[in-house]
């Protein structure tokens, strides 16, 4: 019983290492981190729609059911990264996005999002974040 306890811990602490070793490798990858607000006034009027052109975000004003508008941010990249985009919050599972692609060294991107509210979404405001990775190519 005994040798069977010592087994599992070795097994155990083992696997633990492993993980926190994959951990510390993986955010050693990251360059960049930023977090942009996305928002979006529904109505249920299909004649109303307003425009949001502030650039520190995905904001896409006001739009009605079943519409679809897109936002875009340019991203710099100052040495190869791949990027990746991660939606949280209300809208995020309403937004299309590219992920994991390839940013070269120097090179500027247009990124954009396009959200697609829903036929049935409920009048009223709206949001969530789009988390932008950008980790080291290698």
Do not use: C
């Not at 599992?8 to 602490?13: A, R």
């Not at 070269?104 to 709206?126: Q, R, S």
Request: aromatic share 8%; glycine share 8%; hydrophobic share 40%.
């Amino acid at each position: 019983m005994r040798k069977i306890t010592v087994f599992f811990l070795i097994i155990f602490t083992a696997l633990l290492s492993t993980a926190a070793t994959v951990l510390v490798i993986e955010r050693s990858r990251i360059v960049e981190k930023k977090e942009f607000a996305m928002d979006v006034q529904v109505t249920g009027e299909s004649s109303s729609m307003g425009f949001n052109v502030d650039p520190d975000g995905f904001h896409y004003g006001t739009m009605p059911k079943g519409s679809s508008g897109k936002r875009e941010i340019t991203i710099e990249a100052e040495e190869d990264v791949v990027v990746s985009i991660i939606k949280k919050g209300e809208i995020g599972k309403w937004v299309e996005n590219p992920n994991n692609f390839l940013i070269k060294e120097g090179e500027k991107m247009k990124v954009g999002l396009i959200l697609n509210v829903p036929e049935n979404a409920a009048a009223g405001n709206y949001s969530g974040k789009a988390v932008f990775i950008l980790r080291k190519n290698n």
